[in-house]
């Protein structure tokens, strides 16, 4: 089996769209490799005294609509390649959603789960202090993904703002709300995947009370998932993490999981289900399948057991272009990544015109203003798929794609 490179599959997405919408060669190269690729190594002191030098990125992708605008991870397996896949798809979900920002993401190589809270401090706060030359309210602004969290996102605005001499808010989003947070950004990614599975569940005439759920990964995103299907109705029949799945075809109640997996560090071993393999959640009998782990785990491997009608791409880059056709083929309906999970940026983007002005919206406001956005941008997507005939996926980056090219050409390529 080729080894799996997710920024080889973002080129590939990038090529499918760029081809129907018969871009040219030169907007081509432009728009398919990163503006910037920064590469930083680092010293750590770990708390037994040692130095450890840590290895970390940030890759601005495009800045054509915006400033760049993405999350940070951690976790062993980072990879450039991968840094640059996703600052390449934060680009078109910035541009699918409409909010004035291009693409960037970054990570740094390490071991979170073995490491204590004072070492991610001093880890994160060097590596901030590493990135702060290109990162910037104005110019860079990340936030939370994978293993990191509101607290990762406190110490890299502290750092920052030391270096400024005065607090800059709006150089991170996903903060906690007494340093300039917003309400609702913890919840904002998995709250979209609710507003656009609710349209797509209209589009293909399902009710969503009812419906049996499957979610892989129960962090950020798939846990808060788990607590809003289960409260409009749905079933949630299984739930994964890295230990392993979970199914009960009778429905998994989300806060007595949430609570097992706080005291035990897993979901697998909840005792109110049948123990499965971490990958079967994306096989179980379901009606909506919402992969909210990492990318790639969706392949032309398993992409035909999958039984669901419809796939909310809660991760980054969860399915490969080949599981794509084999999906569309079924009659399954994905939701791609770049919509489905534009949830969280878009609520990042308010948090950041809120620290700008330095004037807060409340919590219904924030919830009303980010489902106007993602039912637009998924009825956007929609009308452009039943134009070309072709998934949900092509129809996204053609529409984001298209919108990035126009700002690169309507600000003119220097001689
Ligand atoms: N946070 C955000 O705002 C946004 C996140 N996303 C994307 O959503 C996805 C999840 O992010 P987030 O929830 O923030 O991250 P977290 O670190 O909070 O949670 C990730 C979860 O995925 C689980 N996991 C990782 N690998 C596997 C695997 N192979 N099989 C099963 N479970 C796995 C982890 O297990 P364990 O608990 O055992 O570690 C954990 O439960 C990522 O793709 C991210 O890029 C997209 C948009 C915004
Ligand atoms: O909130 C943000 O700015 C970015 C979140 C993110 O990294 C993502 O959508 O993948």
Redesign the pocket.
């Known amino acids: 089996m080729q080894q799996f490179n997710p920024y080889d599959m973002a080129v590939q997405q990038f090529e499918l769209a760029a081809d129907r919408l018969e871009l040219s060669e030169d907007m081509r190269e432009i728009l398919r490799k990163p503006k910037r690729e920064l590469i930083v190594n680092f010293p750590v002191r770990l708390d037994c005294g040692r130095i450890k030098t840590m290895t970390g990125y940030r890759v601005q992708h495009n800045v054509n609509r915006g400033p760049a605008k993405g999350?940070i991870?951690y976790g062993p397996d980072v990879t450039l390649d991968e840094i640059k896949a996703?600052a390449m798809w934060m680009t078109w979900?910035c541009a699918v959603v409409g909010i004035p920002y291009g693409g960037a993401k970054g990570g740094v190589i390490c071991d979170p789960?073995n490491m204590t809270a004072s070492e991610l401090e001093r880890l994160t706060r060097r590596f901030t202090t590493e990135i702060s030359i290109i990162i910037g309210p104005h110019s860079d602004i990340p936030?939370?993904?994978?293993?990191?969290?509101s607290q990762v996102m406190a110490w890299m605005m502290d750092t920052y703002s030391m270096h400024e001499g005065f607090s800059i808010p709006a150089v991170v989003t996903?903060k906690p709300l007494s340093i300039g947070g917003s309400e609702g950004?913890n919840e904002?990614?998995a709250t979209g995947v609710l507003f656009t599975t609710r349209r797509a569940a209209l589009r293909i005439g399902m009710p969503l009370k009812g419906a049996r759920v499957s979610i892989?990964?129960?962090?950020?995103?798939?846990?808060i998932a788990a607590r809003l299907f289960h409260n409009e109705g749905c079933k949630i029949v299984a739930v994964?993490?890295?230990?392993g799945?979970l199914y009960n075809e009778d429905g998994l109640d989300p806060a007595m999981v949430q609570r097992h997996?706080l005291e035990h560090?897993?979901?697998a071993t909840y005792p109110r289900g049948q123990r499965i393999r971490?990958?079967d959640?994306l096989e179980v009998p379901c009606d909506i399948l919402i992969?909210?782990?990492?990318?790639g785990?969706i392949t032309e491997y398993n992409a035909e057991k999958i039984q669901a009608r419809i796939v909310s791409e809660?991760?980054?880059?969860?399915t490969t272009p080949a599981a794509d056709a084999i999906l569309f083929q079924k009659g399954c309906l994905v939701i791609p990544?770049i919509l489905a999970?534009?949830?969280?940026?878009t609520v990042?983007y308010f948090e950041w015109v809120q620290d700008l002005q330095s004037l807060f919206w409340d919590n219904e406001d924030i919830t009303h203003r980010l489902e106007v956005i993602m039912n637009k941008a998924f009825d956007a997507v929609a009308n452009k798929a039943d134009h070309y005939h072709c998934d949900l996926r092509l129809g996204a980056n053609m529409l984001a794609i298209s919108r990035v090219a126009e700002a690169t050409q309507v600000r003119g390529i220097y001689p």
């Open positions: 999350g991870r996703l979900k789960k936030a939370p993904d994978v293993n990191t969290n996903g950004r904002a990614t892989q990964g129960f962090g950020n995103v798939g846990s994964s993490d890295t230990n799945g997996k560090g897993t979901v971490a990958m959640v992969p909210a782990a990492t990318e785990l809660a991760a980054n880059g969860p990544d999970s534009a949830g969280g940026v990042s």
